[in-house]
């Protein structure tokens, strides 16, 4: 491999695949990983060891979508996709005779406790408890159980990512597809927590959601799919930053002003908020889980606001308006 290439696992997904379009649009050489459609495939050790071995850069991302019911089999499925993966990267870096220099792999901002009194950062932020955090803290002593002496790690701690769709058609990729759809159809209110009972079995596997903020004020930390190519390209640049870094926008909001911002980027004028009851039901309907928008994450970027990155999407209007393709956006250098 070319001292410049990039190995990314788990290249499929939403942020997989702009990180890929952007470097090879950029002229660097991508290796990419998954279960299908990729360049190797988990089960192909050798591949994956030669392809890491005097590669630049290695970014891990895989992992089954926490977008789902919280089932034994799902929850199972959640980590050991997460776990197998960063382990399988971890052996070929420590085979490798020319390592690395650097893994960014990625964590989570859910690692963080429900926060509404204050936001977290890297210094001072308190880790929550629960089965999502529980899988945040795995994956993180994943990442750094080997001595890998010559490549420096990142636990990426991503806060929920926006951006445009894959093919550049303007209706919102990620998590903002969806919820652009929920908008036109009148469901884009704000999501208000309550009172909702929760199972014996729910609370021994922590994946009950206790109420907290209401009236759609849970903090919603965010980041830009660019901006966290853009932070990968400056932790390249920045040798003196490793272990966990914030991937977040310095101007969190809250769910009732995200939404309202979606609803008025897409002319979308009624709203209502929709009770936690309702979100139950949906949640139940459509397979996921109500703490994905009940969750209060409160989360600032401490360490990179504190080595200089300059942000391209700091604000959330302008976030969104870009997401659906409604404004142009000149990158700072």
Known sequence: ????????????????????????????????????????????????????????????LAGKSVNCRYTRANRDEIFRSRLETTAALGRAIAEATAPPPLWVNSSTATIYRH???????????????????AVARAWERELFAR?????????????????????????????????????????GGAQHDGAWPATPGRRAAG?????????????????????VARIIDFLERT?????AVNAASPNPSDNATFMRTVRDVLGVRFGPPIPRWMLELGAIGIGTETELILKSRWVLPGRLRDAGFVFAHP???????????????????
Do not use: N
């Not at 701690?157 to 597809?177: E, T």
């Open 1 to 60: 491999m070319s001292a410049g290439s990039v190995v990314i696992g788990g290249a499929s997904g939403f942020m997989g695949r702009h990180l890929i379009r952007r470097w090879r649009a950029a002229g660097r050489e991508v290796v990419t990983i998954s279960r299908s459609g990729s360049d190797l495939d988990w089960s192909d050790h050798g591949g994956i060891a030669a392809a890491v071995d005097g590669a630049g850069l290695v970014v891990g």
């Open 147 to 187: 001595e890998l002496p010559g490549t420096r790690r990142v636990a990426l701690r991503s806060a929920i990512v926006l951006g445009g769709d894959p093919d550049g058609a303007g209706r919102g990729g990620g998590v903002l597809g969806p919820l652009a759809g929920l908008a036109r159809l009148g469901l």
């Open 207 to 227: 994946t009950a959601h206790l109420p907290g903020a209401m009236r759609g004020r849970q903090r919603f930390s965010w980041v830009h799919v660019e901006d």
């Open 239 to 243: 040798p003196g930053l490793e272990g």
């Open 115 to 133: 926060a509404e009194d204050r936001p977290m950062t890297e210094a001072d932020g308190e880790l929550g408890s629960g089965f999502s955090v």
């Open 315 to 333: 604000e959330l209007r302008g976030a969104i308006e870009e997401s659906f393709g409604r404004s142009g956006v000149r990158l700072p250098g």
